[in-house]
């Protein structure tokens, strides 16, 4: 890593490793590589879908690496590739491999609703991604089908055993939870770290932009969660797998393999400890995912300008905490355009 990097004056410098005017060091940067999903989840995006971005206004691969060279000597260390869905964008092995070369990233990981890791899994292990989060929002077919609005005869355990038999742990599996859509799931889904080595995440329900129709009626607080997976048999608090903690609580029942973790932007900000920043699909980095400010590094970088007084300055303006439990909005339409 370089010297240090000061934004202002005195006791609110910002320096190296990066922090913000809050003192949150940032480390963690997630790409979004396309606007495009081959869901529509009730969640994430209108039915009708978004008016995608033009192909000349999306980053191409050599830009997002550029991007990442810059913010590496920074102090950036990890990345985690989202979408849409990042793979149904052409070659993302080529990406993979690309940004495993940059100097100073020790971890890479993909989000994914996991339609595409039977056939890609291995390619991507090769190319040098780490590990894997997959969306799993039910283990029925059809009501899969329901939630995605698209029937592409997926069932999410071939996803989990095409990831673990590629080595691409450890391996999460994130559960939307909504009441009267699959809560009446949730036992099921946490039954599965009893058997396979994953670690489930029920993630409460973020009502954004378009999806602000599901209402708080439909928000199954995460403590109802834990008692209902409670019911298989108690539960006791873990530290979770090994990398990329986030934001999520876990807990383990006794002698399971995987554990079972809880992620609560409704009930409990964790805005806190937040150590991330989001690049979309057209080169904004946008510095809260429920926030409305971003700052444009793609026109900079395609003129040549160095990224590092934006970076900075970005993380300078980065707000406190979000302000989704007001404003339900934070200038997003839909959970899509900056992949979660």
Not at 81 to 110: F, H, K, N, S, Y
Request: net charge negative; glycine share 8%; charged share 25%.
């Amino acid at each position: 890593m370089g010297g240090p990097h000061a934004v202002g004056d005195g006791d609110d410098a910002v320096t190296a490793p990066l922090r913000d005017q809050h003192g949150r060091s940032i480390e963690y940067l997630r790409i979004s590589v396309t606007d495009r999903c081959n869901f529509r989840c009730v969640y994430c995006m209108p039915a009708e879908g978004l008016p995608w971005l033009p192909k000349q206004e999306i980053l191409s691969y050599e830009e997002i690496v550029a991007v990442v060279r810059q913010l590496a000597p920074l102090g950036l260390r990890r990345l985690r590739i989202t979408g849409g869905e990042p793979t149904i964008r052409p070659e993302l092995p080529t990406l993979i491999a690309q940004l495993r070369a940059v100097d100073g990233i020790e971890d890479i990981a993909l989000s994914t609703n996991g339609v595409r890791l039977p056939e890609l899994a291995p390619a991507l292990r090769e190319a040098g991604l780490d590990r894997v989060n997959i969306s799993v929002d039910s283990l029925r077919p059809e009501r899969i089908a329901a939630i995605a609005r698209r029937d592409l005869g997926f069932h999410p355990e071939r996803a989990v055993e095409a990831a673990l038999a590629a080595g691409l742990e450890p391996v999460k599996l994130n559960m939307v939870v909504m009441r009267g859509v699959n809560d009446d799931e949730v036992v099921a889904v946490a039954d599965l770290t009893r058997r396979l080595p994953v670690h489930v995440r029920f993630i409460e329900l973020m009502p954004v932009g378009e999806m602000a129709h599901l209402t708080d009626a439909h928000i199954v607080p995460s403590a109802e969660v834990l008692a209902r997976a409670a019911t298989l048999a108690p539960l006791l608090e873990d530290a979770g797998p090994a990398r990329g903690n986030g934001p999520a609580r876990y807990f383990r029942f006794a002698g399971a393999p995987g554990t079972v973790g809880v992620i609560t932007p409704m009930t409990h900000t964790y805005c806190g400890s937040c150590n991330r920043v989001r690049l979309t699909a057209d080169g904004r980095l946008r510095t809260c995912l429920y926030g409305d400010h971003e700052v444009n590094l793609r026109d900079p970088l395609r003129h040549g300008e160095a990224l590092e007084p934006l970076f900075v300055r970005a993380l300078a303006e980065k707000p406190l905490e979000h302000e989704l439990l007001t404003l339900r909005v934070g200038g997003l339409r839909a959970l899509s355009q900056v992949g979660g």
